[in-house]
Nanobody, 116 residues
Framework: QVQLVESGGGLVQAGGSLRLSCAAS????????MGWYRQAPGKEREFVAR????????NYADSVKGRFTISRDNAKNTVYLQMNSLKPEDTAIYFC?????????WGQGTQVTVSS
């Protein structure tokens, strides 16, 4: 059983920054690949970024490349999403995600709202 808890969302003006955190339960967090997804109102959930279990590799959606950075601290069982140069179209609920032994886990999400 894996529990994921996101935090750090909020209201920010366009051009601003936020850092999201996702705290994970479990002694084997350092073995999990982790990802961030988002879902805007009326839209399907979409991939944002992922990071390999050891932090050696990252991938980003084209829409966030150069603005968002995913990172992790395995000592703290936490993955981060640093979001810079935010745009109104980044407004969404952001979810943390992992797959362990073929089972997918999601957090409850954290709301990010970017005003123009």
């Amino acid at each position: 059983q894996v529990q994921l808890v996101e935090s750090g969302g909020g209201l920010v003006q366009a051009g601003g920054s936020l850092r999201l955190s996702c705290a994970a339960s479990g002694r084997t967090f350092s073995m999990y690949n982790m990802g961030w997804y988002r879902q805007a109102p009326g839209k399907e959930r979409e991939f944002v970024a992922r990071i390999r279990w050891d932090g050696s590799s990252t991938n980003y959606a084209d829409s966030v490349k150069g603005r968002f950075t995913i990172s992790r601290d395995n000592a703290k069982n936490t993955v981060y999403l640093q979001m810079n140069s935010l745009k109104p179209e980044d407004t969404a609920i952001y979810f943390c995600n992992t797959v362990v032994l073929g089972r997918e886990y999601w957090g409850q999400g954290t709301q990010v709202t970017v005003s123009s």
